[in-house]
């Protein structure tokens, strides 16, 4: 049954999802500021542990206004593209807190980053040789494959043997030779192993596993644990949150050994991308067409995989709340529905076999816990425009943080022969 999340925590403040799309379009992203803060707090203080720092996976969302929000409480933050960490220069992140995680780069993207004095990961022997021969004498991480992983989908693990990520640890002593070769400092190792866990045991696990290998390295100052802390997408079922207490405190107890054994100064880091940003946004859209198809009640909105490719990519969840638009919410008259989008495209369905309560035209609709690889992950696709986004203040007022695009957007890049 709804239980209409957003009430319980007054996600839209001061307004309501009917005003907040009729002032800036449908379909629209909303955050609410207040559980974006606590989150980057739950993160910050999640190991009991001084030396131990959240690095938000900026991939998440890379929105510049809550990029600041995110580095005001005081995360560091990782990247994996100079286009994200062109973002967070501009959101104020200062280079010596960021990190720039490469996967299969080109030299200019390396080098990107060095010239502004931003640390990054290699992620393979031969990206450990091509960082070597162009930038001698450097500083440099390696990405450590443990040899397992974890995730919600095969396609969101990234560690073990069926993943292109990290470098397995019998490789360690070619790692340690094109270090000498090349005179660089191996100032840390990462690892990721995969996304969306609900509970911790995988993740220390592979935490013990990377503090082991850490002790095959001299000189490391860092060493990073990676994300994947899930948030609960079933909330309506009552899903219990990931328990980060208990998880933290048995972390911190391995954490402080090892630097105790090995190193006092070194620093931990965790890289949560989904946690720090999920659960603080809701995408709105509108129901515009319903029809029944060989026994399916279809709603048909504006909500296409261009805006929320999360349900069509991974198969996942995300509960559903409805936001009649004249009229109460009518538990008695549920039935089961599929909400589809406007794509052209028979995959396009962002929630499937919904007990939902009976919409109508024009009823709008909240995507629950959409914040995460949400308009992240959009794209223009069948030149629809990516919506605007807009945030719900502490104080409960909203601003909008993102324009909607526009269609002369959708012209911009093309280069016009003027011959
Ligand atoms: C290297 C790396 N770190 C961190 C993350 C963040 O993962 P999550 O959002 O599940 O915490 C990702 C996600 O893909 C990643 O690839």
């Known amino acids: 049954m709804q239980n209409y999340f957003t009430k319980k925590v007054n996600f839209y403040g001061d307004t309501n999802p009917k005003n907040l799309v009729s002032e800036y379009g449908s379909p629209l992203y909303v955050y609410n500021e207040k559980i974006l803060r606590q989150r980057c707090r739950d993160m910050a203080d999640f190991i009991p542990y001084s030396n131990y720092k959240a690095s938000y996976s900026t991939k998440a969302n890379s929105n510049l206004e809550l990029l600041k929000i995110i580095r005001e409480e005081g995360l560091h ?6 286009g994200e960490i062109h973002l967070l220069l501009a959101a104020g992140f200062r280079p010596e807190q960021i990190f720039y995680i490469g996967n299969n780069v080109s030299v200019e993207e390396m080098m990107f980053a060095v010239n502004k004095g931003i640390t990054m990961s290699v992620d393979s022997l031969s990206q450990l040789r091509t960082f070597g021969q162009f930038n001698p004498g450097g500083n440099v991480a390696v990405r450590i494959n443990p040899g397992f992983g974890i995730g ?5 693990v990234t ?3 069926d993943t292109k990520f990290g470098i397995n640890d019998d490789c360690i002593p070619e790692i340690k030779a094109w270090i000498k070769e090349f005179n660089l400092n191996l100032i840390g190792i990462n690892q990721h192993i995969g996304s969306l866990f609900m509970e911790g045991d ?7 596993v ?5 002790e095959q390295f001299e000189g490391l ?7 994947g802390f899930g948030i609960p997408y079933q909330k309506q079922d009552n899903e219990a949150p990931l328990e980060l207490k208990s998880f933290g405190e048995q972390l911190a107890i391995l954490l402080s050994a090892w630097a105790e054994r090995n190193n006092p100064d070194i620093m931990f880091m965790s890289e949560p991308g989904r946690y720090i940003v999920a659960e603080s946004g809701v995408l709105l859209g509108t129901v515009h067409a319903q029809k029944e198809n060989s026994g399916v009640n279809y709603v048909g909105t504006d909500l296409g995989f261009n805006v929320l490719v999360r349900p069509v990519m991974y198969d996942a969840w ?7 638009i004249d009229k109460e919410y009518a538990y008695s008259s549920e039935k089961r529905v599929t909400i589809v989008g406007n794509i052209c495209e028979s995959g396009d369905a962002i929630a499937n ?8 035209i024009g009823d709008i609709i909240g995507v629950v816990d959409a914040g995460a690889y949400g308009y992240s992950m959009s794209s223009n696709y069948n030149n629809r425009l990516r919506p605007a986004e807009v945030l719900i203040q502490r104080d409960g007022s909203h601003r909008l943080i993102r324009r909607r695009d526009t269609l002369d957007d959708l012209l911009q890049n093309f280069c016009t022969d003027k011959g």
């Open 77 to 82: 933050a990782d990247a994996m593209s100079p």
């Open 221 to 227: 100052r860092f060493i990073d644990m990676g994300g």
């Open 353 to 360: 076999n919904r007990k939902l309560p009976a919409l109508s």
């Open 159 to 161: 560690g073990g043997k």
């Open 202 to 208: 995988t993740y220390i696990q592979s935490v013990k």
């Open 318 to 324: 995300h509960d559903i709340e409805v936001y009649p």
């Open 210 to 214: 990377i503090l082991q290998i850490a």
């Open 152 to 156: 919600h989908h095969d396609k969101v």
